[in-house]
């Protein structure tokens, strides 16, 4: 009989999203008079602006005639969609090739996937709070080693991101072959400034350590001095990878598509005295286990970045980050210590003195119907806060935070 | 310097078809006057029929309002369609509980990603010639051992599938862990008729073997005797999981969508003693590295399920294996040994004494401008062969069969 992935058992059992789904299922059930309200997953609530809509009915009829019809689509991505991301990226002043664009069903697949290029001896660095996915996907693959103290795996390399350190990670004493940067950060709403992100470009380079770095929330910087993309800072075409998502700039949560930069320039070691370029590993990997977005989705995101695709879901996101300072003003002027929501459409709330970050998601559950995402449920670092988001609808978070205010 | 995974040196440079590609590029790039006709990749030419265009617009016009906006769909498919798959199993006589249906961005990648879930030591087996990602998936994981003689690996079992043993495998002298069985079979066009069927689900019941069974063609079954699931024999629930695809019955080979069928009582070993249950360790591996497939998909995908969508989409499966037949018509009347074609979409031709299948495909390209996809690059027990594919136009077919009389 076929023996089980062992580090598949080492898992906690559930995702931690799905954990959080079925709390508030068995709430419901039990409370069905009560209208619960989700600050919780980062899911988005505003329909597709009319450019990606046209878009799609545009495509949908292609499919539908011999002459436009797309069948297989080349695994990378259609030309058309990737370079438009490299014209993006020009806007941004960063030069990048087409061949280095790959076009994915979403982030998360990619980001989910990517460790496979990894050999297992791997020594993997998250920050701490971390999204899950990064942690869960290497645990799966043997590289996090065994469960250990605080819900963490004895092999992974933790980086704390707490208030402390302004929730930005300190270098770790000795370098860690990967290491996975979110900014603006999920959970914390938080990011790494100019300055912080190229002292760990530079950390990478001098010790040869690989970055993946998640820009799924750049469309939420408001600030000046934060990059948008890890190659605005030099040299970062040597030691960075990175990972964007079309989900939270323009809704596509229930369309799926992603963006990922694996530049020429990357080398890793092929174990054997010499190295080995990351693109073509990619390419590999994707050419063998993945079939190509659909041809549909990839025109939706093109309409994203045309003028008026652009104009109109910048006009969402502007929507969300209003939720973001609303519910962000409600708490602080309620006393209560909040952290990002600024350039993000996270609020990383300080839970109450004696609270632990379950216990404080129990509390809003049972006392005001909101689900928030506890600290606790992103790692070690993340207990003693939880993760509010700003995806509601205005009326939603209007009442939210009138519940809010009500504790 | 972070080390790549190993197993990815040992496969070969390109996915087989990449390779096909580029060679047909470059007779192109040389022959620009002449037009090539390909009958080597599997991808279909008919657009999507018009239930399936209707159903993409209704979706897309939920996806611009509120009201019918859909983000983060269940990472294992909407109910509305895993119940649409429940009832078409009905239909073959199948009981399947909805839980039991994952649905995803394709047959490929759920196969290619599946492996996940076993051990480095579990011993595969293939059928030889075999679908490249059922090797190249075990392969990237460390599962396949090293390169061999023949382009084979060599901790992979191999069973030949040969004009001599009627292309159904011979059991093994000693039981693999698990079997990757597909049928009507991809590449030879061949199937396992409900006998042969029978007995490997016994020998796999015996033998405490999993059978990964890949029923993407099953839309093009003609003959009584052919099962369309593994699902039809008694006992398969306890060793099988089967895959299945909108890509061959339904043109969605651009659009992205299979359906995973992982009976709950499917056990595999713990590895200390005990078992456990693949359904949720599937469950686990998709809620973490994959987040659903498009809601615009799975409302299409739907549409196939209902009485329209399947009498227009039928209609085109008739028209393919009508192509099919033209093709193997002619080629049997000139004197050519050819097998399948009749319940499958694809003819496997034995290519005249003397002459390889590489050397085969290039005299249909030099001398015919028609592509063809070498046996050998499917496997060592492919050389002899090429797989000839019959989802052109009719107008193609036809010119292809005038070139082929000419040869």
């Not at 080349?74 to 806007?91: H, K, N, S, T």
């Not at 909101?370 to 205005?394: H, K």
Request: a negative charge; hydrophobic letters at 40%; glycine letters at 10%.
């Amino acid at each position: 009989m076929v023996q089980v992935n062992q580090s598949y058992l080492s898992l906690q059992k559930n995702y931690l999203f799905t954990e959080i789904a079925q709390k508030v299922r068995a709430y419901k059930a039990a409370n069905p008079e009560l209208r619960v309200i989700s600050l919780g997953i980062g899911d988005v609530t505003k329909p597709l602006v009319p450019a990606v809509i046209e878009a799609l009915h545009a495509a949908v009829e292609d499919m539908g005639a011999a002459a436009g019809f797309h069948g297989y689509g080349p695994e990378q991505g259609y030309a058309f969609l990737r370079e438009a991301v490299v014209d993006e990226y020009a806007r941004l002043g960063v030069k990048l090739d087409a061949d280095e664009v790959f076009i994915g069903d979403g982030a998360k697949s990619d980001i989910g996937n990517f460790q496979e290029l990894f050999d297992e001896k791997a020594v993997i660095a998250v920050t701490d709070p971390v999204y899950p996915v990064y942690v869960d996907s290497n645990a799966m693959s043997g590289r996090a080693g065994l469960p250990c103290e605080q819900g963490r795996f004895d092999r992974l390399v933790y980086l704390p991101c707490v208030r402390e350190n302004g929730f930005v990670p300190d270098f770790p004493a000795k370098a860690p072959d990967v290491l996975y940067l979110c900014s603006p950060n999920n959970p914390t709403g938080t990011t790494l400034d100019r300055a912080a992100l190229t002292a760990w470009v530079d950390y990478a380079r001098k010790n040869g350590m690989l970055i993946l770095y998640d820009a799924a929330y750049e469309a939420y910087i408001t600030e000046k001095d934060i990059p948008h993309s890890i190659f605005e800072i030099e040299g970062a075409r040597e030691v960075a990878v990175e990972f964007r998502s079309y989900s939270k700039i323009a809704g596509f949560t229930g369309l799926r598509c992603s963006a990922t930069i694996v530049p020429q320039d990357l080398r890793i070691s092929d174990g054997k005295g010499g190295d080995t370029d990351l693109n073509s590993l990619w390419r590999r990997r994707q050419c063998t286990k993945y079939n190509g977005c659909p041809y549909i989705v990839q025109k939706a995101a093109q309409a994203v970045h045309t003028e008026a695709g652009r104009a109109q879901v910048m006009d969402q996101v502007r929507g969300y980050l209003a939720n973001a300072t609303a519910i962000r003003s409600a708490l602080s002027a309620q006393g209560f210590e909040v952290y990002g929501g600024v350039n993000a459409p996270y609020i990383w709330l300080r839970t109450p003195e004696g609270t632990t970050s379950w216990g404080f998601f129990d509390l809003l559950l049972n006392k005001a119907q909101l689900v928030c995402t506890p600290g606790a449920g992103f790692g070690a670092s993340g207990e003693g806060y939880v993760r509010l988001t700003a995806f509601g609808t205005p009326e939603d978070t209007a009442e939210a935070i009138s519940r809010l205010r009500s504790l």
